[in-house]
C-alpha cells in the first residue's frame, strides 16, 4: 500500500498571503489529522476528521481551517499567513474507527512564512 | 484536558547500554498512550502502544515500555541501544472517548558508538 502523501513538500509564502496544503491518506483509511510541528513546540495538533466531519479541533486561530473529501483527501488552508506559521505540517491517517488505532504519518509539507 | 511531558530535551547513551525515556501523562480517565519516532528528514514512524491489558509493552526495533498507573508514566525503553536509534522520540496520549492525541514536546536520543 501507498504511504501517506502530502503535497507540496516545500512551500516559500509571503506574510498576508494564503495557502492550502494538500494530504492524500492510505488507501482504506477514514481518519485524518493534522499536526504543526515546530522546535521550540513540538507537535501541536490542528484538526482531526473522520468521514468528511471533523471529529476533533485544537487551540488555533480561524485563519486555520480544513475540511475532508469524501474520498477521504484532506486539506487544510492558512490565510493571512504570519511569520510565526512557518512550520513542518504533518498530516496522519488511521483506520478512523476506533481511536485506539495508530496513526501513519506522512513526509510533511515544510512551510517558510518570509 | 489531556497532556504529556518528556522531562529530558536530550539523552545521550552509550552504544550497547539500555536505554529510557521518559514520559508521564495526565488525563481525566484511562489513557491510550503511543510512542513514535522521527528520524532525520522523514516523517513520524509508530513504535507501539498501550491500551489495556499487560503494562509492559513491546514494540518494533527491539523497544519496549512500561505503563505505571499509580505513576501516570509510560517510559520507553531498550536493553541495548544501537547508533541507529539516534532519532527524535514523541510519546503522545488520547483519554478514552474522541479527544484529540495528544503528544509531547519530544526528546532527542543520541547514541555514541
Known amino acids: 500500500k501507498a504511504g501517506v502523501t502530502q503535497t507540496p513538500r516545500y512551500l516559500i509564502k509571503t506574510r498576508g498571503q494564503q495557502v492550502t496544503l494538500s494530504c492524500s491518506p492510505i488507501s482504506g483509511h477514514r481518519s485524518v489529522s493534522w499536526y504543526q510541528q515546530t522546535p521550540g513546540q513540538g507537535l501541536q495538533f490542528l484538526f482531526e476528521?473522520?468521514?468528511?466531519?471533523?471529529?476533533n479541533k485544537g487551540n488555533f486561530p480561524g485563519r486555520f481551517s480544513g475540511r475532508q473529501f469524501s474520498n477521504s483527501r484532506s486539506e487544510m488552508n492558512v490565510s493571512t499567513l504570519e511569520l510565526g506559521d512557518s512550520a513542518l505540517y504533518l498530516c496522519a491517517s488511521s483506520p478512523g474507527t476506533f481511536t485506539i488505532d495508530e496513526q501513519y504519518f506522512g513526509p510533511g509539507t515544510r512551510l517558510t512564512v518570509t | 484536558a489531556q497532556s504529556v511531558a518528556q522531562p529530558e530535551d536530550q539523552v545521550n547513551v552509550a552504544e550497547g547500554n539500555p536505554l529510557t525515556v521518559k514520559c508521564t501523562y495526565s488525563v481525566s480517565g484511562n489513557p491510550y498512550l503511543f510512542w513514535y519516532v522521527q528520524y532525520p528528514n522523514r516523517g513520524l514512524q509508530f513504535l507501539l502502544k498501550?491500551?489495556?491489558?499487560?503494562?509492559l509493552v513491546k514494540g518494533s526495533y527491539g523497544f519496549e515500555a512500561e505503563f505505571n498507573k499509580s505513576q501516570t508514566s509510560f517510559h520507553l525503553k531498550k536493553p541495548s541501544a544501537l547508533v541507529s536509534d539516534s532519532a527524535l522520540y514523541f510519546c503522545a496520549v488520547r483519554d478514552r472517548g474522541n479527544t484529540p492525541l495528544v503528544f509531547g514536546k519530544g526528546t532527542r536520543l543520541s547514541v555514541i558508538a
Open positions: 498501550y491500551i489495556t491489558g499487560d503494562n
Open positions: 476528521y473522520f468521514s468528511e466531519t471533523q471529529r
